[in-house]
């Protein structure tokens, strides 16, 4: 769809995640046993037809380049277009409240003016969902807009999130950010089309004072804009901490979900690895689990996400945790509410028990 390009964000940070994001910017934690988080806003636009995404990286840009490459497993890889690594001007935000500050994006003013598009889809990494794009592009010119943007209804949002509020007649009246966390808000999905002569006017309105975020800069603005919101009603999800990653990780197991994110038309595309299926052993128990190919199992798995080339030995006991890839479980080991970060190795009998309400995160730190 050469009428729309795309861009995101990965430039932000939130300390609500804690170990996770020591060494990795939040767009590249990984995520159902396979993937990373920035796969789903990316595979939303190659889905949708979009052949020119722009990627703001963060500082620690390392992991997403890594898994990124030349764009080729997204179908990005092209002699016209393709994949646009764009550097970010600032270290982020920590507090988790703005993704998309002016700062990053008028400094990549070229990219804008090398596109030939005449709309932008904006996103960031923290939101989980499937959409087709196409849909929220119809409806923004049908409404005559000049922002869209995508929110869903009775969704609960962290502080720091950004809520829309309506009046009587449905018609959008405000934009604010949540103070602490709220249940049954219209929820932004941190999504939105913009018609990108628009969007570069924002930037120049507020050059002068670029640390602010795009969506701040809007909120000051509502009355000069024709906005309109686009009502997503499937599977999405917020991710803002620690809690939240392993939740949502866990909501994975529900056959629904599985399917309305990963099968269908709209795949969720990822770096390719290839590696053989995996191995259970005649001691392994499985219960509600997803597994990653190329692990070795021998103990007992239950409600869990076990991600590629793990090793769960003999006796081993894991429940309800995230295991990251290459790590590997002694005999006997216990692991129950955790995350296990990247390679870490648990030794034969040992026991970490974290909470539903405070996972422990366990690193070769």
């Not at 904006?122 to 807009?145: G, M, P």
């Not at 409600?303 to 590997?328: H, L, Y």
């Not at 692991?335 to 040992?350: A, L, R, T, W």
Request: hydrophobic share 35%; net charge positive.
């Amino acid at each position: 769809m050469e009428r729309l390009a795309g861009l995101i964000s990965t430039n932000y940070n939130n300390k609500k995640f804690g170990k996770l994001i020591s060494h990795r910017p939040i767009a590249a934690i990984p995520f159902g046993s396979r993937y990373r988080m920035i796969d789903f806003p990316l595979s939303n636009m190659v889905n949708s037809g979009i052949t020119n995404v722009g990627i703001i990286t963060p500082h620690l840009y390392r992991s997403i380049m890594d898994h990124l490459g030349s764009g080729k497993d997204f179908g990005l890889s092209r002699k016209n277009g393709g994949l646009f690594i764009l550097p970010g001007t600032t270290y982020g935000y920590d507090l988790g409240i703005g993704k998309f500050s002016i700062r990053d994006c008028y400094g990549n003013l070229q990219f804008f003016d090398r596109i030939k598009a005449d709309r932008l889809v904006l996103s960031t990494c923290s939101k989980i969902y499937n959409i087709d794009f196409r849909d929220v592009d119809e409806y923004h010119i049908q409404k005559e807009a000049n922002i869209t943007f995508v929110y869903q209804k009775n969704a609960t949002g962290d502080a720091g999130d950004i809520v829309f509020d309506f009046n009587e007649k449905g018609k959008l009246k405000s934009i604010r950010r949540l103070k602490k966390k709220e249940k049954n808000v219209c929820l932004y999905l941190d999504g939105t089309v913009i018609e990108k002569n628009v969007f570069v006017k924002i930037l120049d309105w507020y050059k002068d004072n670029s640390y602010i975020d795009v969506m701040d800069a809007i909120a000051e603005n509502l009355d000069r804009f024709s906005i309109a919101t686009y009502e997503f009603t499937g599977f999405a999800r917020a991710i803002s901490s620690i809690e939240d990653y392993i939740n949502v990780s866990l909501e994975l197991l529900d056959d629904k979900v599985m399917r309305e994110l990963f099968t269908g038309d709209r795949l969720i595309h990822t770096k390719i690895h290839d590696a053989p299926p995996v191995k259970y052993f005649e001691t392994a128990k499985v219960k509600n689990a997803l597994v990653g190919t190329g692990s070795l199992i021998k103990g007992q798995i239950e409600n869990s996400i076990i991600f590629r080339d793990v090793i769960i030995e003999e006796g081993a006991k894991i429940k309800n945790s995230v295991i990251m890839q290459r790590c590997k479980i002694g005999k006997k080991a216990v692991i129950e509410n955790c995350i296990c970060e990247k390679s870490v190795v648990i030794d034969d009998g040992e026991v970490h028990k974290g909470t539903e309400k405070k996972p422990a995160v366990i690193t070769n730190d």
